[in-house]
């Protein structure tokens, strides 16, 4: 992929133009912040929201708009808290890990003058009601990119709270930005990235939502206007180098830092990056501003194990630090350190001189913190290895008797029939905090809906809806039309649905008009209308599924809207959808 990179920029280039999107290629941050100042002005813009990205972190964009007389909006919950404070992200999925309930509580009270108990999900609720007006009151609506599909020209956005979403269809203009390194050839390359990122990034097996926008947002009274930044910024330069190339495979998931002891003890600000870690060591030289950090890793070797991406992260640390200067002393105390150890003799008696001295021990106190030597010696104690718990036994090793399953040390175990898709996909979503129904026809599934939904009730169209709004109207519910709720608000949005995942428990909908994307984001319970021939896709089917959908933007749902950035506690309906019901019919 990195290899043919400009084959492939160049495809999606021109397919998000035949679609009447604008792209402009930016050679650096400034480039890139120029540019978009340049969109906000031409198209009179004052008030910005922002969903989260590491891109826009990267290029200062937030500070700069803000100099230029905009106001701009962090939506995402920890990037709100984060600006409150006047601070810098603390991690790449978890920018507010640093701040505690307390702190955030002064920081409502010191900013938005409401006084809040410290606890998270009365928090989340509060920043959620400031941030509700906010949407509609912007001009500019900015977000990052997961992954953009070269050959189909199609972006692809990963979130969880559905402020992206709302950052994306209900300001006038959208504009997206994305590293070169996001692009990949097409929407079936997607399978492992979508599988590996959540996974690896928030412990779910899919965030809340994932969104493919493919099309301008139609149906609106004034049609949106869409721009696509591509930030070169070095991704180039990494391109082009023959060892560290890899580090533009990375999927941004964070979890290097989360098992990393350097990130661990001192959190991101001690890098002073917007990409800390092991794979911030990587881009450092290459993403401008350039800079050294190679001294930042223990090489305990940790993120080569984890990292989804499979990028040789130890490895290609250690050919950062062959190239970096600041190393040459360590180098050559390491050469000497390895001529001492490799004759036990002289490491010895140099060890028992090093004792005698107490003038030694109190440089090597000052100057290697940590690292000087024990006050005596563990040579001759005895010492011995134990096998532990985890060392296989000479049985184990034997393998299984006759009639007993591998691994499991007992007799014959009872088959174990299959699930079906609906059972599968009700126990996902049920995971995700979404409820699954199951009816015969469209008459009881419309009095489930009476049941569930409220007023004011908006339907989607689509394939064999009429029925549905036969049935509907036939329980006294009043269905609208999402152009019926110009301005307003709706409480529960019926949309019929795509198909099913059923191992990942994703719901697929489409939205066909800029109102009905309007409606469904900011509904307070949205039922899908599914299929019970469609439940059971696999994730490659799903994605030709959307390939071919003709309506401009294509979401998959999981759950309810959601977020985690307070402590880590997880509170459901963060700004998005609060509640979702999947009614399976047929």
């Known amino acids: 992929m990195v290899r043919h990179l400009e084959d492939y920029v160049a495809l999606l280039v021109r397919g998000v133009r035949q679609w009447g999107g ?29 969903s989260k990205s590491m ?52 920081l409502f009270k010191q900013h938005l003058g409401v006084d809040c108990p410290p606890d998270p999900l009365i928090l989340t609720r509060q920043a959620s009601q400031h941030l509700r007006p906010r949407y509609l009151e912007a001009d500019l609506g900015i977000t990052g990119v997961n992954f953009a599909a070269a050959k189909e020209a199609t972006l692809v956005m990963l979130e969880n709270e559905g402020n992206l979403l709302q950052c994306a269809t209900l300001p006038r203009v959208h504009l997206a930005v994305m590293g070169l390194e996001k692009i990949v050839p097409a929407l079936a390359d997607l399978e492992a990235c979508l599988q590996l990122l959540p996974a690896s990034a928030t412990g779910q097996r899919l965030t809340a939502l994932v969104h493919f926008l493919k099309g301008l947002k139609p149906g609106t009274a004034e049609p ?25 495979s990375c999927l941004r998931c964070g979890a290097c830092l989360n098992i990393c002891p350097v990130f661990q003890a001192g959190g991101a600000h001690l890098y002073g990056r917007t990409y800390p870690g092991a794979i911030g060591i990587l881009l450092a030289p290459f993403l ?24 040789r992260l130890p490895e290609l640390i250690l050919a950062a630090r062959r190239a970096s200067p600041r190393f040459r002393r360590w180098r050559l105390w390491s050469r000497a350190g390895g001529l001492v150890l490799s004759h036990p003799q002289l490491y010895r008696g140099l060890v028992r001189q090093a004792r005698q001295r107490e003038g030694l021990r109190s440089i090597m106190d000052r100057r290697l913190p940590g690292f000087s030597l ?38 014959p175990q009872p088959v174990v029939r299959a699930a079906s898709p609906i059972d599968t996909l009700e126990e996902r979503l049920k ?22 939904g409220g007023q004011p009730l908006v339907v989607g169209e689509g394939p064999g809806m009429a029925s549905w709004w036969t049935e509907l109207a036939a329980q006294g519910l009043n269905p609208r039309r999402p152009a019926d709720l110009a301005g307003a608000e709706a409480d529960t949005v019926v949309l ?44 490659a089917q799903a994605l030709e599924i959307t390939r071919r959908e003709s309506a401009p933007l294509v979401s998959w749902h999981t759950g309810p809207s959601r977020t985690a950035d307070i402590e880590k506690e997880l509170v459901l309906g963060a700004q998005g959808t609060g509640q979702v019901e999947i009614v399976v019919w047929g």
């Open 22 to 50: 604008t792209v402009f290629r930016a050679r650096d941050a400034g480039q890139a912040r120029e540019y978009i100042l340049e969109v906000a002005r031409r198209q009179g813009v004052r008030a910005v929201v922002n």
């Open 55 to 106: 891109t826009t972190e990267e290029i200062g964009l937030r500070p700069h708009l803000e100099q230029a007389g905009l106001q701009v909006t962090e939506t995402d919950l920890g990037e709100f808290l984060v600006q409150l404070a006047g601070d810098r992200p603390a991690h790449i999925t978890a920018p507010a890990m640093h701040l505690d309930r307390h702190r955030i509580a002064a």
């Open 224 to 248: 949106q206007a869409f721009y696509l930044v591509l930030l070169d910024n070095g991704r180039s330069r990494l391109a082009a180098d023959p060892e560290l190339w890899e580090g533009l």
């Open 288 to 311: 401008a501003p350039t800079g050294d950090i190679a001294d930042f890793c223990t090489q305990c070797g940790v993120c080569g194990e984890i990292c989804p991406a499979g990028i």
């Open 374 to 411: 024990a006050r005596e010696s563990f040579h001759g104690r005895g010492f011995s290895v134990r096998a532990g718990a985890g060392w296989p036994t000479e049985a184990a090793k034997a393998g299984p008797r006759p009639g007993e399953q591998p691994g499991t040390g007992f007799g």
């Open 431 to 452: 995971e995700a905090g979404s409820v699954l129904h199951r009816v015969a026809t469209p008459a009881a599934g419309a009095h489930l809906v009476a049941q569930v």
């Open 496 to 539: 019929p649905a795509l198909g099913a995942v059923a191992e990942m428990g994703a719901v697929l909908a489409s939205h066909t008009s800029g109102d009905l994307a309007r409606l469904a984001c900011r509904a307070r319970r949205v039922v899908f209308l599914l299929d019970r021939q469609q439940a059971g896709l696999s994730l």
